[in-house]
């Protein structure tokens, strides 16, 4: 187990090197960098002021070497990429251009909205979905189970930013109610609240965004569920158990649970940190939500380049060091699994 721990560990580098090595290639050859955007608006500018050709042709001569300079760009494309290896490694991000504030910093101040999110999604989605997928297999072909995989399937089809743009229009002072709020997670007099009225008001902001992120959600969960229970429940194993008497609770929930939640279990992870950073611009445009999805949209329009790197390498970090532990998960849930090993 250590050695296969140590195998995986090692397999990052080349993996982290990768991913930012075919970014930062990329980067250099797409147009408009941060330089170009503050000439152009320097220049618009200048146009509006009347001279436009002269102080856009004086600014091309005596400020894009200093620009240049600032950000950085003077340099060499291989002395850049090694100082952002060398950065990296010591885990500072680098410093926004757009924003002119450190990369993690930034990363911090969205955390909130996208912890919000995320957390509170995956848990329903999994509170949900878990349960109704057990029935359904229980009840597979019922008319409970048909319903219930219409109503599921209909949610998954219909995107969130639509759903989204209805819920305004329904509950949000679009046209017909005025119930829920459309700005931020909290009121602006949220501070001066008693926390039973701050949790209720940092619910009811979240309401409609996270029936949005939820929707989708539960289709792929549930039928993920009722087709493993489903799988597990036809073996030679739940028959045997069955004919010796036992209930059908004691068959459910002792012989088949543990091996049809495997794929669940292990999956856990994954999800959980997949839905932080995993979250949805469009839904954070449409309900005023300021969080990484948002920035990184924005660090990419606005070619934010610290921005996108740091980014990339904290959440490319984040989701090997995940996956490792998904495997391990496996191992602890099936002690059958050997890492490494091939049995004989």
């Known amino acids: 187990m250590f050695v296969y721990i140590l195998k995986r560990i090692l397999l990052m580098v080349p993996t982290l090197l990768g991913a930012l090595t075919i970014t930062f290639i990329v980067m250099q050859f797409v147009p408009g960098g941060p330089v170009e955007q503050i000439l152009a608006e320097a220049r618009a500018g200048a146009d509006a002021g009347g001279d436009g050709y002269r102080a856009g042709k004086d600014l091309d001569k005596k400020q894009i ?6 950000y950085g760009f003077d340099k060499p494309v291989h002395v850049r990429y090694w100082e952002m290896l060398v950065n990296f490694a010591q885990f500072d991000l680098g410093r926004s251009f757009m924003h002119n504030k450190d990369v993690w910093e ?3 101040e969205k955390l909130p909205v996208s912890v919000s999110l995320g957390l509170w999604s995956f848990l329903l989605a999994y509170l949900v979905s878990v349960p109704l ?3 359904k297999a229980v009840r597979e072909g019922s008319r409970f189970d048909t319903v219930t995989t219409l109503l599921v399937l209909t949610g998954y089809a219909i995107p969130g930013f ?12 679009g046209t017909f109610y005025d119930w829920f709020p459309l700005r931020g997670l909290t009121s602006d007099n949220w501070e001066e609240m008693a926390w039973p009225a701050r949790i209720a008001d940092y619910f009811w902001h979240l309401t409609l965004p996270l029936i949005c992120l939820t929707i989708g959600a539960f289709a792929v969960t549930t039928m993920l569920t009722k087709n493993t229970f489903v799988e597990e429940i036809r073996k030679q194993y739940v028959l045997v158990a069955r004919a010796k008497g036992l209930s059908q609770q004691r068959v459910l929930y002792k012989h088949i649970f543990r091996n049809a939640l495997i794929p669940l279990v292990t999956g856990f992870p994954a999800a959980f940190v997949g839905a ?5 611009v469009l839904i954070e ?5 300021d969080g990484l999805g948002l ?3 924005e660090a990419v329009i606005r070619r934010d380049y610290p921005v996108v790197l ?4 904290l959440f490319t970090l984040i989701g090997l060091v995940v996956k490792l532990v998904s495997d391990l998960l496996y191992r602890v849930v099936d002690p059958r699994v050997q890492f490494g090993s091939v049995a004989k």
């Open 310 to 313: 740091g980014s990339l390498y």
């Open 65 to 70: 070497e200093e620009l240049k300079k600032l």
């Open 133 to 135: 997928g057990i029935a």
């Open 276 to 280: 932080f950073f995993a979250g949805s």
């Open 162 to 173: 639509v759903l989204g743009i209805l819920l305004i229009v329904l509950f949000a002072g």
């Open 285 to 289: 445009t449409l309900f005023s939500l």
């Open 295 to 297: 920035l990184g949209y």
């Open 106 to 108: 930034l990363i911090k």
